[in-house]
């Protein structure tokens, strides 16, 4: 199904808040969101979510945000697909969301920008020993998998992204905790501008309270999973399978 802006707005502000609703409280129903907890597996993940529970990341002004961001990773894209959808200022591009979903969808950027946005000043830390703080614009991911619906086993939104990066294509994943979190966004703006192609035209994830590893760019598809296993090297990230890198990257 494509959800149209139309189609987006015909929906309303109640219709989309109840949606928004209707999709947290079935959440809370779901085995897969309480195990999500109960079950979690790496100690930093028990411990960091014992120490942070549902707090925000810090919010920085207007004056804090750093003159200089630095891109890294890909900064360029080379699938030809991705290069025509640039060209056309990605008039024709969806956002594709499935897996375990009521009803897979196609959103296109137009109705991603019709929906309810968030913006946030937060600080990006890279593990490479850099850090800059960035406006981010955007929807909430927690809203746009509600469109969609989880189904109940669904316990990982993974996201695939358009670049290869050292000869593998970058993924990420995130538990349904982090995905409903307020400061989960899928940003589509950066310091009141469009995305650049070097931070990850046109959606990228910002989840506020990970590592720079964890904030996906180039964001073509987003697959509701029930485990991480059998996916790309089975760790859920492009740095976790290469490096060993924590897949619960908490600040
Ligand atoms: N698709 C994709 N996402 C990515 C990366 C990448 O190479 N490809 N690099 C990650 C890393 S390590 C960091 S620090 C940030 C960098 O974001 P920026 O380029 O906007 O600074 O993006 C993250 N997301
Ligand atoms: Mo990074």
Known sequence: MILSRRKLIGIGAAGAGGLLLGG???????????????????????????????????????????????????????????????????ASWALRIDGLVRQPLMLPLGALKAMPQRSQITRHDCVEGWSAIGKWQGPQLGAVLALAGLLPEARYAVFHCADMLEGAPYYESIDLVEAFHPQTILAWRMNDAPLSEPHGAPLRLRVERQLGYKQAKYVMRIELTASLDGLYGGNGGHWEDARGYQWYAGI
């Open 24 to 90: 947290c409280d079935r959440l809370n129903q779901t085995e897969g969101f309480r195990d999500g907890l109960k079950g979690a597996t790496g100690l930093n993940q028990r411990v960091h979510r014992l120490l942070v529970g549902d707090s925000l990341a810090r919010e920085f002004s207007e004056a804090d945000i750093s003159p200089v961001f630095k891109p890294n990773g890909s900064i360029a894209v080379a699938d030809p697909a991705y290069r025509a959808h640039l060209a056309q200022g990605f």
